[in-house]
């Protein structure tokens, strides 16, 4: 996982943006213009996952760089993708469906400003009726995070996070699929570097209970599995 994806030679202080989208159209312009206002903020990539719609058009035109990946890759393979071209010393990655509740993310990068952490993890609001973050993904995360590190997070799939180049280049390439987030977590522990979570009032689509939906659940709960056997078999 230590293979090279980040460029040294073109490193800046400030704060890179690191979105991937597929299929984000309708909220992907109010994300990114939320987020112009952050502090330090050097630049904001959108990373186009092969969407159907006019999703790379329409984050281009609200003012960030787009990538566009040949087709849809996963999560995981966009942000490989776009962290490869950023400049800032601070990496922020954001869903690309926080629209106006993006604002929040300025409290992920306070704590890394402060020196208090590496690794910034957004906790979202608890919603009634909208689930509690107690589903079956969820809790298998929680699990095997708790059993390879010793600690325990609230959100560990949640997307929205800052971290220091240094740390995240030292867990490149990222996961490919729905595992990222686990398996940033669990590497970035077990190089010593200080994860912390911090409540936002951030908000974002929720998967509901259609076939499609619960066929995304299945597909979400089999490669967390996959990302923790393999952070257990390589032991990182």
């Known amino acids: 996982m230590g293979s090279s994806g980040l460029e040294t030679t073109n490193t800046e202080t400030g704060v890179s943006v690191v979105i991937a989208a597929y299929n984000e159209a309708d909220r992907i312009a109010q994300t990114v213009q939320v987020i112009l206002d952050l502090p330090h903020l050097l630049e904001i990539i959108v990373v186009d996952d092969g969407s159907t719609d006019e999703t790379a058009l329409v984050?281009?035109?609200?003012?960030?760089?787009?990538?566009?990946?040949?087709?849809?890759?996963?999560?995981?393979?966009?942000?490989?993708?776009?962290?490869?071209?950023?400049?800032?010393?601070?990496?922020?990655?954001?869903?690309?469906?926080?629209?106006?509740?993006?604002?929040?993310?300025?409290?992920?990068?306070?704590?890394?400003?402060?020196?208090?952490?590496?690794?910034?993890?957004?906790?979202?609001?608890?919603?009634?009726?909208?689930?509690?973050?107690?589903?079956?993904?969820?809790?298998?995360?929680?699990?095997?995070?708790?059993?390879?590190?010793?600690e325990r997070y609230q959100w560990p799939?949640?997307?929205?996070?800052?971290i220091r180049r240094h740390v995240l280049q030292s867990l490149l390439p990222l996961e490919r699929g729905f595992g990222v987030e686990v398996a940033m977590?669990?590497?970035?522990?077990?190089?010593?570097?200080?994860?912390?979570?911090?409540?936002?009032?951030?908000?974002?689509r929720v998967t509901g209970w259609s076939w499609r939906d619960r066929a995304h659940r299945a597909r979400q709960f089999c490669d967390v599995a996959v990302t923790l056997l393999r952070c257990s078999v390589r032991g990182r």
Do not use: C, Y
Not at 157 to 162: D, N, V
């Open 59 to 150: 984050a281009g035109a609200a003012g960030a760089q787009v990538i566009k990946m040949g087709r849809n890759r996963g999560k995981g393979q966009a942000l490989n993708a776009g962290i490869s071209k950023v400049r800032g010393d601070i990496i922020l990655m954001l869903d690309a469906d926080l629209a106006s509740s993006a604002v929040e993310a300025d409290k992920l990068l306070e704590p890394v400003f402060r020196d208090e952490a590496d690794l910034v993890i957004a906790g979202f609001p608890v919603v009634p009726g909208r689930g509690g973050g107690m589903g079956l993904v969820v809790r298998l995360a929680r699990w095997g995070i708790k059993r390879m590190t010793g």
């Open 157 to 162: 799939l949640s997307g929205q996070r800052a």
């Open 185 to 204: 977590t669990i590497g970035a522990l077990r190089k010593g570097a200080r994860v912390v979570e911090v409540q936002t009032g951030m908000d974002h």
